[in-house]
C-alpha cells in the first residue's frame, strides 16, 4: 500500500507501508530521465532515497547519465562481503589489523548480511544486525571466559569496521549515504583499571618466569614498551657501553596474524612510534647478562628470540606469562600492566605531558594523559592536605579570637612589633 509522496523539485519519493499492521515499509523513489522513462527504485530510508535522486541529478547535469538498470548491468552491483573484501585489500594494514578485519567479516557480517547488495542495505538492517552482534559477542566473550564478559569492546570494533566499510562505499561512489548510523555503536569505554604494580610484584612476576625471559618483563616496567616493540628488539637496538647514558631504540614492532603469518616483524604504528628510550642504571646489568646468555649472535640478533629461534611467539609469551602471574598470586595482571606502570611512574617522576608521549611512542595527548591519572590523583591528596592545613590553622585563629584568655600571657600582645622584655636577652 502506497501513502503520500513527497514532492520535490527533481523526482519524487513515496512512502511504503505494511497493508496489515500500517507502518512504513519502505520508500520509492523515482524520476523521470532524459530518455523520457520513469526511473523508480526501493530503498529502506528515507535518506538513502533522497540520496540517491540528488546523485541521479547530478549525473544528469553533468551529461554523465545512462539509464540506472544499464548501469548496474554494465558495471555489476556488488554484494556487502564483495566489497569488504575489496575494502581491506585496498588499504595498508598493519597484518594484525588485516587479521581483526578479516575475522569480523567472516564471524559477524558475511553470516547475517553479507550477501545483501552494498546499495540496498538499510539503516534498519544494520540496526537489527547490531542488535544480533551485541548477542554473539558477548556469548562469545563469555564462552572464552574473557575478563570483559560483556563482548561490549568487540562488538563496537566490530561496528567500527562495519562503519568504514560503508564510509569507503560512500567515498567509491557505490552508494549516496552510509546506513551505519547506530548512535553510540562504535565507542566503548573500557570497564577494567590497569594495575600499578609495586616493585616487589614486578619482581615476583620476574622471578616467576622462565630465565630467558626474566629481563623481558623488567624491560617493559623500566622502559614502558609495548611487547611487540620488546619481541622485535635487536642487539643494535641496545647501548649499555655507558650505564649512565644506556638506552633502547623502537625501531621495528612485531604484529600477530595476517595473510597466512603467524608472525611479522615491521615497522612500528606510527611515526612517533620511532624512539629511543633512556633505561635506568639499575637494568643495564640484568639486561647486560641476558643478551650475553640468550640474544641471537650478530647485530641484528633478536635480543628475545624464541627457543627454536626466529621471533618469540606470542603464545609463548602468553603461556608463560599466565603462569608466572598465577606464581606470584597476581592472576588478574596483564603484560600491559608493566606498560601502564612504567609511564604512570615518570609521570610521576614529574615527566610532562610531551616526555610522557615520547616515552611512550604516543602521538596523541589524550592517550599519555591516562597514565597520568595516578600522579594526578597524588597531586589531588596533596592539595587536599594543604586545605586541611590552612582550615586548622583559621579554627585556631578563630578559637583563639573568641577566647583569648587560653593565650599565654606573651602571646596576647597585642603590640607584636617587639619582643616582650624577658627575651631580649636570648636574641
Known amino acids: 500500500m502506497a501513502g503520500k509522496s513527497g514532492h520535490r523539485a527533481f523526482g519524487n519519493i513515496e512512502t511504503r507501508r505494511n497493508t496489515r499492521t500500517k507502518k512504513v515499509s519502505g520508500y520509492r523513489a523515482r524520476y523521470l530521465g532524459p530518455d523520457g522513462q520513469t526511473h523508480p527504485r526501493s530503498f529502506g530510508d528515507k535518506l538513502a532515497a533522497e540520496a540517491w535522486l540528488v546523485e541521479e541529478k547530478r549525473l544528469i547535469d553533468r551529461d554523465e547519465w545512462s539509464p540506472p538498470k544499464s548501469r548496474g548491468s554494465a558495471v555489476g552491483r556488488l554484494t556487502l562481503s564483495e566489497w569488504a573484501r575489496e ?7 598493519a597484518p594484525s589489523t588485516y587479521r581483526n578485519y578479516t575475522r569480523n567479516l567472516r564471524v559477524y557480517i558475511e553470516p547475517a548480511i553479507g550477501k545483501k547488495y552494498v546499495d540496498e542495505i538499510t ?5 537489527v544486525w547490531h542488535t544480533k552482534l551485541k548477542a554473539e559477542a558477548r556469548a562469545r566473550a563469555k564462552k572464552a571466559n574473557r575478563a570483559d564478559r560483556t563482548g561490549a569492546g568487540e562488538a563496537a ?3 567500527k569496521f562495519l562503519s568504514g566499510v560503508f564510509k569507503g562505499a560512500v567515498e567509491g561512489g557505490l552508494i549516496g549515504i552510509s546506513p551505519a548510523r547506530v548512535v553510540g555503536a562504535g565507542r566503548y ?26 629481563a623481558l618483563a623488567d624491560l617493559l616496567n623500566w622502559t614502558g614498551m609495548r611487547i611487540g616493540e620488546a619481541r622485535a628488539l635487536r642487539r643494535c637496538d641496545v647501548d649499555l657501553r655507558d650505564p649512565q647514558n644506556a638506552s633502547v631504540s623502537v625501531e621495528q614492532n612485531v604484529s600477530q596474524g595476517g595473510k597466512g603469518i603467524n608472525a611479522v ?6 611515526d612517533a612510534g620511532y624512539r629511543t628510550i ?12 641476558h643478551i650475553d646468555r640468550f640474544a641471537q ?3 641484528d640478533g633478536l635480543v628475545f628470540p624464541g627457543r627454536k629461534g626466529g621471533v618469540l611467539p606470542e603464545g609463548t609469551w602468553r603461556d608463560n606469562w599466565i603462569r608466572a602471574r598465577n606464581k606470584a598470586g597476581l592472576p588478574g595482571v596483564k603484560t600491559h600492566d608493566l606498560r601502564h606502570t612504567s609511564l604512570t611512574l615518570a609521570a610521576r617522576a614529574g615527566a610532562t605531558t610531551a616526555e610522557l608521549m615520547y616515552r611512550a611512542g604516543h602521538s596523541e595527548p589524550r592517550v599519555a594523559m591516562d597514565y597520568q591519572h595516578a600522579a594526578a590523583e597524588r597531586d589531588r591528596m596533596i592539595a587536599e592536605r594543604m586545605s586541611a592545613a590552612a582550615r586548622k590553622d ?3 585563629e578563630r578559637r583563639l579570637r573568641r577566647n583569648p584568655a587560653v593565650l599565654e600571657p606573651d602571646e596576647r600582645r597585642t603590640d607584636r612589633s617587639e619582643p616582650p622584655a624577658d627575651s631580649i636577652g636570648h636574641l
Not at 123 to 127: E, N, R
Not at 278 to 289: C, F, G, K, Q, Y
Open 87 to 93: 575494502y581491506i585489500e585496498s588499504r595498508t594494514l
Open 123 to 127: 539503516v534498519t538492517d544494520v540496526t
Open 157 to 159: 570494533q566490530v561496528y
Open 189 to 214: 569505554k573500557r570497564r577494567r583499571r590497569p594495575v600499578i604494580l609495586t616493585p616487589v610484584e614486578v619482581r615476583a612476576l620476574a622471578d616467576a618466569l622462565p630465565e630467558n625471559l626474566r
Open 265 to 270: 616483524v615491521g615497522p612500528v604504528k606510527t
Open 278 to 289: 633512556a633505561i635506568a642504571e639499575d637494568l643495564v646489568p640484568i639486561l647486560a647478562a
Open 297 to 299: 649472535s650478530g647485530r
Open 394 to 396: 583559621e579554627l585556631a
